[in-house]
């Protein structure tokens, strides 16, 4: 295996509505950010991948419009998935461990604010069983939910606490949208939205673009001071149908997180990617997190969520943290589909 | 066992989703131009080029466009197709014709329709001249503009109106 | 003095046809006949509704078995203010139902008048549509099991 390490980050703010910016003006500083995070230029990049989604548009190929923010001349290596940018980071990994490219810039984006994003999500499902009944992404998480607290594992109460860390976490970045102190009890006073949800379980909509650049470890060991390794990475998906599933422990996770290392070592952070608070629950535990381990310092996707992103900043998050030195080593988890069916762990090091 | 039954072939399943979007920052000006009548392109910082209509990024280098440039309504065919199948949707009559149209002064195309002459007289490098509508029927789109006519002069050589335009910008570059 | 931004809706249609395959499209023509089954997997456990695969070992299905008209809420969350899309307009779960001879439970909605009426062991029975087209809305929802007083 190629060694492949993080080179630079970048995030735009968090927030609910990008009014009057459009996804290439949304995506240009961030791009530049990334770039100038690496110490590079787009003249060092060997290949683009982006993940977005054209029902969060509303257009189709809107993907190519938003190349528009990167500058195709000339004409350059790129792809683009149409799912989280975590993926397009797993796309360019595995180009780099195929020997063909050294560097990646990739990037992900979306106005989720303009449509409605629970109901689009409902049209990503089984078009025969699922999607003809329209079942919004939070009343799927809450079934999710009603199950956990079935097995008597969970109480109310350990969401709202899941809650109380990202808001809590998420007053130390500038980027969050959602933030503050706040007590269970205040939580747990708050109406019911989807039960066993409330609103605060469920994350928040954002608009917003992300980036990164990967590169290969020589490239990485001549640039810079603290590389961030990415030592291992995997993602494993579970059948669609819910009822064919276990929804109360996250199994492609567990499969994952053993393939791309974690237990190998001590873990001091962890960003998961875990839209609705139970499900951070359900994830800590199929990752096998030992309770001293930080889950999500920047706030998580109950404090922020660019969708199409916010996979991607899982990985930009911890590796900011270790470049940062206040981690040597961290699990950064991606998501995709309804109530964690597809999950990708990877570990970062850094050394 | 088996199911005695035909299974169901097909079956339609439309699905309509609603969007809202808001103008971006580029776009909106010159949607309030569009209004007032005026054509608004972007000038490129990294290649001199102006771009019609302006999207806010150079689209050969990603920077950020806002030198903006009033561009004339006239300009030239780079080509054309017509339509001879109706559009579902749509409120034009078959056969119609679609060109690509440089404005005078820009360095990108745009599409819009060319009409008040016989189609088999639409030619590459023909020059054209937009028809508005009455301006109290102006809205926020380039529909404010009915079609383009031929201006009559003479056609261009395509080639020639490239090179030149890329010596222009190439001079605005360096400036 | 800068322009105000602008907004406009849209709508986007997606006109879609859809061809089930002959697996799903037996057990979606039994459904217009009010009838119901699930498919036996390689474990012998009965799926509802039908896949064609079986999710363990990948292996084809095709031996069908009949399932009943009634069972139990597995798992369900309230709707209280149906979302534009949903297909219904008043107060509904959502609910994970397993019927009998099932062996998995399948999404679906179940209606009844309040929320305090909706627990996991529910017994609910399926309300068929009047009109049916060989599609999962020609089950309309589920309704409670009432007992006889």
Known sequence: ?351 | ?175 | MSDEILSAEFELGFTYTRSPGPVIGKFLAALQQRRLYGIRGSDGRVLFPPTEYDPLTGADLRDYAPVAEEGAVVAWTWVRTPRRHHLLRQPFAWALVKLDGADTPFLHMVVSDSEADIHAGLRVSVRWADERRGAITDIAWFEPVRKEA
């Open chain 2, 1 to 175: 066992m088996d199911i005695d039954l035909e299974p169901v072939a097909v079956f339609e399943a439309p699905i309509y989703l609603r969007y809202h979007a808001t103008s971006a920052r580029a776009i909106t000006p010159f949607l309030h131009a569009l209004r007032r009548g005026i054509l608004l392109g972007h000038r490129s910082p990294a290649t001199g080029k102006v771009l019609f209509p302006p999207l806010g990024s150079c689209p050969e280098s990603g920077q950020p466009t806002s030198e903006e440039v009033v561009l004339a309504d006239t300009g030239t065919i780079i080509s054309f197709t017509t339509v001879h199948l109706a559009i579902p949707g749509s409120k034009l009559k078959p056969p119609f014709t679609v060109a690509n149209i440089m404005l005078d002064g820009a360095d990108q195309f745009f599409s819009h329709l060319v009409s008040g002459c016989a189609l088999e007289d639409v030619a590459i490098g023909m020059r054209v001249r937009a028809k508005w509508r009455p301006a109290s029927e102006w809205g926020y789109s380039l529909e404010n503009i009915e079609y383009f006519v031929p201006t009559g002069e003479p056609t261009v050589d395509i080639p020639t109106l490239k090179a030149e335009r890329l010596r222009l910008a190439q001079e605005r570059r360096h400036a």
């Open chain 1, 1 to 351: 295996m190629r060694d492949v390490a993080i080179m630079g980050y970048a995030q735009s703010p968090q927030v609910r509505e990008a009014r009057g910016l459009n996804e290439v003006e949304m995506l240009m500083p961030v791009l530049q950010a990334a770039l100038a995070d690496a110490h590079m230029t787009l003249a060092d990049i060997d290949f683009v991948c982006s993940g977005s989604c054209d029902y969060i548009a509303g257009g189709a190929f809107s993907f190519v419009g938003a190349l528009d923010a990167v500058g195709a001349t000339p004409c350059m290596q790129e792809s683009h998935v149409e799912m989280d940018a975590a993926w397009a980071l797993y796309e360019s990994w595995l180009k780099i461990q195929s020997g063909h490219i050294r560097t990646a810039l990739i990037y992900g984006f979306a106005k989720a604010s303009n449509g409605s994003l629970p109901d689009i999500l409902s049209q990503q499902l089984d078009p025969y069983y699922l999607a003809p009944l329209w079942p919004d992404s939070i009343s799927l998480a809450a079934l999710q939910a009603n199950l956990l607290l079935q097995t008597g594992r969970y109480a109310q109460r350990d969401f709202a606490e899941v809650v109380v860390d990202s808001r809590r976490h998420a007053l130390a970045n500038p980027n969050a949208q959602l933030k503050g102190e706040v007590t269970v009890e205040a939580l747990l006073a708050e109406p019911m939205l989807a039960p066993p949800l409330r609103k605060h379980d469920c994350c928040p909509i954002s608009d917003g673009a992300s980036a990164m650049v990967i590169a290969a470890g020589e490239v990485a060991q001549s640039l810079a001071d603290r590389p961030v390794y990415i030592r291992g990475i995997d993602h494993r998906m579970e059948v669609h149908q819910l009822g064919q599933r276990d929804l109360t422990t996250s199994v492609s996770t567990r499969q994952a997180a053993d393939r791309a290392g974690v237990g190998e070592d001590k873990i001091e952070l962890a960003e998961l990617y875990a839209p609705f608070s139970p499900q951070t629950l359900i994830l800590q535990e199929s990752l096998g997190l030992r309770p001293d381990v930080v889950v999500n310092p920047s706030g998580g996707p109950l404090a922020g969520h660019i969708f199409m992103c916010a996979g991607l900043d899982r990985f930009g998050e911890a590796a900011r943290r270790i470049r940062a030195g206040t981690a040597d080593r961290a699990v950064a988890h991606a998501t995709s589909g309804p109530c964690l069916q597809h999950n990708m762990v990877a570990v970062l090091e850094g050394k």
